[in-house]
């Protein structure tokens, strides 16, 4: 199934500000880091390690080495929809 583009507006702005406050709470709370990102995976993110030599999933590379992105069976319309991602 195809993912629309995310707007670059729809991003928040990261300033100076912003990152200090991250690595305060991160030196103050480094366990609270590392249960988060071992326990919970972010939203979209791979399901699997790449695989060489086929393009079933967007991050999956060629027979040549290249990434197969928009190629992939899971980007093209009509395609397979293989699970490429944690959200599918």
């Known amino acids: ?4 583009s995310i707007n670059s507006s729809e991003i928040p702005s990261i ?3 912003t990152i200090s ?7 103050a709370n480094p366990s609270l ?6 326990t919970t995976p ?6 699997r390690e790449p695989v060489s030599g086929s ?4 991050y999956d590379f060629d027979k ?11 980007s093209r319309p ?3 929809q293989p699970a490429c991602y944690q959200d599918d």
């Open 15 to 17: 300033n100076n500000s």
């Open 21 to 27: 406050n991250y690595e305060a709470v991160a030196s």
């Open 33 to 38: 880091i590392t249960t988060f990102s071992e």
């Open 55 to 58: 393009c079933s999933c967007p």
């Open 78 to 80: 009509g395609g397979s």
């Open 1 to 4: 199934m195809p993912h629309s």
């Open 64 to 74: 040549a080495g290249r990434m197969c992105g928009g190629r992939s069976a899971y």
């Open 42 to 47: 972010l939203p979209h993110s791979p399901w």
